[in-house]
């Protein structure tokens, strides 16, 4: 199985955008890919514009090549109104997408879920509701959670986890669960029992202001428990967790768990083999107000 991450926080981007190929099926998982508009006060630099525009690039390619699309949830930097790349990689594909209607919050069910919907009619093969669905594709298993919340409640909505299968190999991909912290969302997680596990992992540079001590520490036992409790080799930690330059630093028992366990703990652009460049939390650095 391959899994390669094309686009996400620690490669310059807001993004958790992935591609899995198997011996019988490809997929990518979230094509969208976004900037915050405004962070430390200050809006995108252009040097963050110009990473936007290379690695959309790098999804839209990606997307051409799948079979299956995935959307888990509608925030912008998960998927694409044609802004960025074209809606014809929507054409003749498998689609599965976040119930537009069901465990979903208010803006995204009237507005984003609906205007996304309805840019890509007509334009999929198929397209299916994700949540609770399975799919086998030869000796291939594509596995969706049930729609688990985006953080520690509800009030950001809900997305949908990932798992994909072959053979002795198993994928995760939480999708924006800033943590895990809670218990449904570490089920599915444990269920299916992951060998690489790409996790959006604790929003530390919103710590003691929308991200809790309390969420902190269970997000820590839970990935600890990832790590303990499951044949985890891989365990990529990214998104939300990379907007912070210290990020590391508040996960110094996640990371002796990993070395312990003998879990390779990364972030993706680490994985992809490329250098780590925050670019959103380097912002006042490019702007010079450091």
């Not at 290379?54 to 925030?75: D, F, G, K, M, N």
């Not at 984003?112 to 919907?117: E, K, M, Q, S, Y």
């Not at 080799?233 to 508040?250: I, S």
């Amino acid at each position: 199985m391959l899994v390669r991450p094309l686009a996400f926080d620690s490669m310059g981007v807001r993004s958790m955008a992935t591609y899995v190929e198997t011996r019988d099926v490809s997929l990518l998982i979230d094509p969208g890919v976004a900037l915050a508009p405004r962070r430390f006060g200050l809006p995108p630099h252009d040097v963050e514009r110009e990473r936007l525009r290379s690695l959309a690039r790098v999804i839209e390619e990606h997307a051409r090549r799948a079979r299956i699309l995935v959307v888990t949830h509608y925030h912008y930097d998960h998927h694409d109104l044609g802004k960025r790349m074209p809606l014809d990689v929507y054409d003749g594909k498998l689609v599965f997408v976040k119930h537009p209607e069901e465990n979903i919050n208010r803006s995204q069910a009237v507005v984003r879920a609906p205007r996304f919907l309805k840019a890509i009619e007509g334009r999929p093969e198929r397209l299916e509701y994700a949540d609770g669905s399975y799919l086998r594709v030869g000796d291939t298993e594509i596995l969706f959670s049930e729609a688990v919340p985006h953080g520690a409640d509800s009030r950001l909505g809900y997305v949908v986890q990932v798992a994909v299968r072959e053979g002795d190999e198993t994928f995760l991909f939480t999708s924006d669960v800033e943590g895990p912290a809670l218990r449904e969302q570490m089920k599915f997680a444990l269920e299916v029992n992951p060998t690489v596990a790409y996790v959006d992992g604790p929003m530390t540079y919103m710590l003691g202001f929308k991200y809790p001590e309390e969420v902190l520490r269970a997000s820590i036992e839970n990935l600890i428990a990832l790590i303990s409790e499951t044949d985890l080799r891989t365990l990529v930690l990214d998104h939300h967790f990379a907007r912070d330059l210290g990020c590391w630093e508040h996960l110094s028992e996640v990371v002796s768990a990993a070395r312990e366990r003998g879990v390779k703990l990364i972030l993706a652009a680490q994985e992809a083999g490329e250098d780590v460049n925050m670019l959103e939390a380097r912002r006042r650095e490019l702007y010079g107000r450091t």
